[in-house]
C-alpha cells in the first residue's frame, strides 16, 4: 500500500480523496501544512508517499501519471508529488527546508510543487510527465477553480488514456491493423486484473502451438498457423499497450517481452522446417540462415543505440537528412516498412505460410531482411562516419560486453599490443574464417588454424576501449563469424539431423546474447564474468566447434549428437542463471518500447 498526504483539510464536495483511494494510495489529510512532516514521518520507511495540495483539479488519469508509474524515483505534476522509498530520505530534507504557508493566508505557492523544485535542487530526477491536453491544476480562487473544472469536463481521460496506450512510434501495419482494436483489449485486459507478463506469456503458448500447427506439414497446419502467428502478434501488441494503460512496468516484463519474442519467431522458423521436412523438402538451412540474418540485425540495433546513446555532439549531416524525410508524410511509413519491423514482417510470414510453402516463406525471408540489413546498416555507417561524436567510458563498457569475449580472447587481449582499427581487425578475422569453412574441407586442419586465427584477432579487437566511429561493428562481426561458422559447417558436413542441431546451438547462443543486452539497457550491466568464461565466449565456442567438426563430421551422427549436446549444455546454465537474476534482480522498473526489426 501507498499513502498519499493532503497537505491541508479537504475541499468540501471534492472527489481528490476517492481519487487517490481508487490508485492505491491509503490517503491521510494534514490539519495544517507545517503538519505533512509528522504524518510523513509515520508512513512505513519502505513504502511510496505522495504529497497532494486538497485544492488539486485534475484528470484522474493526471494523477495516475504523476504518482503510479514505477520506472522514476520522483514524479510531479502540478499540486501533487510521489516518490519512492530510496527517494524519501530527500524529501524529508526538502520538507524540512521548504516554510509551510501558513493555513489562514491565501498564497499562489504550492506546497507539492516547491517540494518538488526543492527536490531537484538535491540532484533528484523528478520526472514530469507530458498531460497534452488533460489538465492538473491548483486553481487560485474560486474563479479559476471552476474554469479548470470546465476544462476537465472538456476533454475525456479515457479517451487520452486509450490514445496514449498505444505506441507512439510503430509500424505501418500495426499501427493501422492492430493498433486500432488491441487497445480496447488491453482495456478489458487491465479492467479484469489481467498483468502485461500474463498476456506476454498467452502470446508465446499461441505462437508455439502456431508452430505446432506449422510442423504438421499440412495445408490446414499452415493456414492455422498463419492465423494463430497474427493472433500472437495481436497479444504481443496488446501487452505494451496494456502496460501503458495501467502504469504496470518492470524490468522483468520488457525483458520478457523482448526475449519471447524472439523466442516465438525462432520457434516458428523451426515448425516451419519441421513441416517442410514431412513433405521431403529440407529447409533447416534457409530456417537457421533466417535467424542468423535477423539475430545479426538486431545486434547491430543494440550495438549501435549503445554506442551512440549518450555520445556528446552526437550530430551529422545524414541524421539531419533522416530527420528531414520524417518531417514528409509518406516517407515516414516507406522508411519503417522497408527495414521490415516485426509487424509487417509476421504478417508476410503468416500470409505466404498459409498460400505457400515454407521455402518460399524462408526465401522472401532470407531477401527482405537481407536488404533491409543492408539498408539500415549503411545509414548507420554514413551517420557514424559524419557526425563528431565522443563515445563514453560507459558506452565503451556496452560494446566490451556485448562482445561476448571468451577466455581466449582475453589471454590475447592482455598480452597483445593494442592496436587501432578494431573494426578493421575483426572484419579481417571474421572474413577469414568464413572464407576457410566455405572453402576447405570441414575436417581439415586449415579450418583449425583459421579458428585459432579468428579468437587471436577477436583479442586484438577489443584491446582498446571501443570508442571509435565505427566501433559499434566488432560486436556484430562477432555473431556473424560465431553464427556462420556453425551453419557452414553443419552444411557442408553433410551429417543427418546436423542442421538441426545447430539451429539448436545458435537459438541457445542468440538467447545469451539477448539476455547480454537486455541486462545492459535495464542498467544492470553485463552477465557475470563466470558465466561468459563457462560457456566459452563467441571465440572458444567457435573453436570448439571447429574442432567437433574437424574430429566428427566424418563420423556419422556423432557430430549431430555433439552440437545436441553442446547447445543443451549452453542452454541450461544460460536459461538458468537468466532466470535466477531476473527474478531476483532488483534493477529499476522499465518498459522497452520494442525493437522496431
Not at 102 to 122: G, K, N, P, Y
Not at 263 to 272: D, S, V
Not at 293 to 322: G, I, K, M, W, Y
Not at 532 to 552: K, N, Q, Y
Request: hydrophobic letters at 50%; charged letters at 15%; a neutral charge.
Amino acid at each position: 500500500m501507498s499513502t498519499a498526504i493532503l497537505t491541508g483539510l479537504p475541499v468540501p464536495g471534492s472527489q481528490l480523496g476517492p481519487e487517490l483511494g481508487s490508485l492505491g494510495f491509503d490517503v491521510r489529510s494534514a490539519q495544517r501544512p507545517e503538519d505533512v512532516a509528522a504524518l510523513l514521518a509515520e508512513v512505513p520507511a519502505g513504502e511510496r508517499v505522495a504529497l497532494v495540495d486538497p485544492r488539486f483539479v485534475g484528470h484522474l488519469h493526471a494523477l495516475r501519471l504523476a504518482l503510479t508509474d514505477p520506472r522514476f524515483p520522483a514524479a510531479s505534476v502540478p499540486g501533487a508529488l510521489t516518490v519512492k522509498a530510496e527517494a524519501r530520505p530527500a524529501l524529508a530534507r526538502a520538507l524540512a527546508g521548504v516554510p509551510a504557508p501558513a493555513a489562514h493566508v491565501r498564497t499562489a505557492s504550492v506546497l507539492a510543487d516547491d517540494i518538488a523544485a526543492a527536490l531537484e535542487a538535491q540532484d533528484v530526477a523528478v520526472h514530469h510527465p507530458e498531460l497534452g491536453s488533460l489538465v492538473a491544476t491548483v486553481p487560485a480562487d474560486e474563479v479559476a477553480a471552476a474554469a479548470a473544472g470546465r476544462a476537465v469536463a472538456a476533454v475525456d481521460d479515457e479517451a487520452v488514456r486509450l490514445r496514449n496506450a498505444v505506441k507512439s512510434r510503430d509500424g505501418f501495419f500495426t499501427t493501422h491493423f492492430i493498433s486500432p482494436y488491441s487497445r480496447y483489449l488491453a482495456r478489458w485486459c487491465a479492467r479484469r486484473g489481467l498483468t502485461p507478463n500474463q498476456v506476454t506469456t498467452a502470446s508465446l503458448i499461441t505462437a508455439l502451438i502456431a508452430a505446432g500447427c506449422a510442423a504438421t506439414g499440412t495445408r490446414g497446419g499452415y493456414v492455422a498457423a498463419g492465423v494463430l502467428l497474427i493472433l500472437s502478434f495481436v497479444l504481443d501488441c496488446t501487452d505494451g499497450q496494456l502496460a501503458r494503460y495501467s502504469l504496470q512496468y518492470s524490468t522483468m516484463g520488457a525483458w520478457l517481452d523482448a526475449t519471447f519474442d524472439r523466442a516465438k519467431e525462432y520457434a516458428y522458423y523451426a515448425g516451419l522446417a519441421l513441416g517442410a521436412a514431412r513433405g521431403g523438402d529440407d529447409v533447416w538451412a534457409l530456417a537457421l540462415g533466417a535467424m542468423v540474418l535477423q539475430t545479426c540485425r538486431h545486434v547491430v540495433d543494440f550495438s549501435f543505440n549503445e554506442a551512440n546513446h549518450d555520445a556528446t555532439a552526437n550530430t551529422s549531416p545524414t541524421a539531419a537528412l533522416s530527420d528531414k524525410l520524417d518531417s514528409v508524410g509518406w516517407t515516414v511509413w516507406v522508411r519503417r516498412m522497408i527495414v521490415l519491423p516485426i509487424g509487417e514482417r509476421w504478417a508476410m510470414i503468416a500470409v505466404l505460410t498459409a498460400v505457400t510453402t515454407p521455402r518460399i516463406v524462408f526465401y522472401a525471408l532470407l531477401i527482405g531482411c537481407a536488404f533491409a540489413a543492408c539498408y539500415t546498416t549503411a545509414g548507420r555507417v554514413l551517420r557514424s562516419l559524419t557526425r563528431r561524436a565522443t563515445r563514453t567510458d560507459r558506452a565503451a563498457q556496452a560494446l566490451a560486453d556485448l562482445a561476448d569475449s571468451g577466455p581466449l580472447a582475453q589471454l590475447v587481449t592482455a598480452k597483445a599490443p593494442r592496436v587501432p582499427g578494431a573494426p578493421v581487425v575483426a572484419a579481417v578475422g571474421t572474413t577469414a574464417l568464413i572464407a576457410t569453412a566455405l572453402t576447405q574441407p570441414v575436417g581439415s586442419r586449415q579450418m583449425i588454424v583459421a579458428a585459432v586465427f579468428y579468437a587471436v584477432l577477436s583479442g586484438i579487437a577489443v584491446g582498446r576501449p571501443l570508442k571509435g566511429a565505427l566501433d559499434w561493428l566488432v560486436p556484430p562481426l562477432f555473431r556473424v563469424a560465431e553464427y556462420c561458422t556453425v551453419l557452414i559447417l553443419a552444411a557442408r558436413s553433410d551429417v543427418n539431423g546436423a542442421l538441426p542441431a545447430a539451429f539448436g546451438l545458435v537459438a541457445a547462443v542468440a538467447y545469451h546474447h539477448y539476455d547480454t543486452v537486455y541486462r545492459i539497457k535495464g542498467g544492470s550491466g553485463a552477465p557475470p564474468s563466470w558465466l561468459v568464461r563457462l560457456i566459452g565466449g563467441h571465440d572458444g565456442r567457435t573453436l570448439v566447434v571447429t574442432v567437433l567438426a574437424a574430429v566428427l563430421a566424418t563420423r556419422g551422427t556423432d557430430f549431430t549428437l555433439a552440437l545436441t549436446a553442446l547447445a543443451a549444455a549452453i542452454a541450461l546454465v544460460v536459461l538458468v542463471e537468466s532466470i535466477r537474476f531476473w527474478v531476483s534482480s532488483g534493477a529499476p522498473a522499465v518498459h522497452d518500447e520494442g525493437e522496431t526489426a
